[in-house]
């Protein structure tokens, strides 16, 4: 019986803590409302808003290079409670530039709507919660909105290869906005 | 302002329940001691247990076929606390059909080891616990043990083109095993 060198054990773990990455190679992004011009409706509420407003913050593992087939990477988004005017605040969304490319989301705290869209601009959304589990085809682009008061966090993991089309959403939009409606979240049609 | 049908809101959801998958589309599947023949070194004191022993239970969830390019699986491994001789109850292990495809793990309940062995028979192993997250790049075949006295449950995501190689394991084995010295798990080279 030979023992093996304990070196062989990694001690210095990657974690995920309910709402972050923590380790080596994480990196973290912050959005501030100025990172969204444009996204949202009410121009007049959002103009009154301080540009520094936190929406969101994100943690990613990317642990191969962008654009490696077969690899995988790995996010936690916190998104905060709050509105401009009537619409909640969300991520930016995005296709992935690589079409066929699917992804997974699931709900780790707090309460959302995933939003999702196709290539004909048929939107849906989906109840986000603890425990929600949602896949996203390919050819569907994603954005998630926190309806709660609190932070809401959710995990997401995709292929290295999908990458990000933000343009596309910025230049047309989502063809319909969460919005809150005499208190509860609605889908409306722009 | 025009309000969408409540019928674009999903409220079936898919639910990733702390050691399971819940919902529509998701499989479940169970091995027992039988199913792991030739795995553990100990054949006496594996030919003393019952067959029907449960090792683990696996609910996946596959939302696109086997082999789609750019999709994504999800899964729950629960592993039962147990010894096979001096070596923890663990899976099968598998390298990836699609060599280059990555894998994520992460740590749910209990205590574990993630194996790791790369294609020249190098192996190295991860503490797993709740939060740990693990990237097993391509070309690596992986394997976990549930080193602890309650069920160890990982949660997992995968292409869905990585398929699966459990022949070369079956056959050839990892050139180490995690098995109790004293009290400790320790790799064992074979």
Same mark, same amino acid.
């Given at each position: 019986?030979?023992?093996?060198?304990?070196? $062989?054990?990694?001690?210095?773990?990657?974690?995920?803590? &309910?709402?972050?990455?923590?380790?080596?190679?994480?990196?973290?992004?912050?959005?501030?409302?100025?990172?969204?011009?444009?996204?949202?409706?009410?121009?007049?509420?959002?103009?009154?808003?301080?540009?520094?407003?936190?929406?969101?913050?994100?943690?990613? @593992?990317?642990?191969?290079?962008?654009?490696?087939?077969?690899?995988?990477?790995? #996010?936690?988004? $916190?998104?905060?409670?709050? &509105?401009?005017?009537?619409?909640?605040?969300?991520? &930016? =969304?995005?296709?992935?530039?690589?079409?066929?490319? =699917?992804?997974?989301?699931? =709900?780790?705290?707090?309460?959302? $709507?995933?939003?999702?869209?196709?290539?004909? $601009?048929?939107?849906?959304?989906?109840?986000?919660?603890? #425990?929600?589990? @949602?896949?996203?085809?390919?050819?569907?682009? @994603?954005?998630?909105?926190?309806?709660?008061?609190?932070?809401?966090?959710?995990?997401?993991?995709?292929?290295?290869?999908? #990458? @990000?089309?933000?343009?596309?959403?910025?230049?047309? #939009?989502?063809?319909?906005?969460?919005?809150?409606?005499?208190?509860?979240?609605?889908?409306?049609?722009?």
């Amino acid at each position: 019986m030979m023992l093996m060198n304990d070196k $062989r054990t990694n001690e210095s773990p990657l974690l995920f803590i &309910k709402d972050s990455l923590i380790g080596e190679n994480v990196k973290r992004s912050l959005k501030t409302l100025a990172d969204l011009r444009g996204v949202f409706h009410n121009c007049e509420a959002y103009e009154q808003m301080s540009p520094d407003t936190l929406l969101y913050e994100v943690t990613c @593992h990317l642990p191969v290079e962008e654009g490696t087939p077969g690899g995988l990477y790995f #996010g936690i988004t $916190r998104i905060y409670p709050g &509105k401009v005017g009537d619409e909640y605040f969300m991520t &930016k =969304g995005h296709f992935h530039a690589n079409m066929n490319r =699917g992804e997974y989301y699931w =709900g780790v705290e707090g309460e959302g $709507r995933l939003i999702m869209m196709d290539q004909n $601009r048929r939107v849906w959304s989906e109840r986000m919660f603890p #425990g929600s589990l @949602h896949y996203i085809p390919g050819g569907v682009a @994603h954005r998630v909105a926190n309806i709660g008061y609190s932070v809401l966090s959710f995990a997401a993991c995709w292929p290295s290869d999908a #990458g @990000h089309d933000y343009q596309v959403i910025l230049e047309n #939009g989502f063809s319909a906005s969460l919005q809150c409606v005499n208190g509860n979240p609605q889908l409306i049609e722009i």
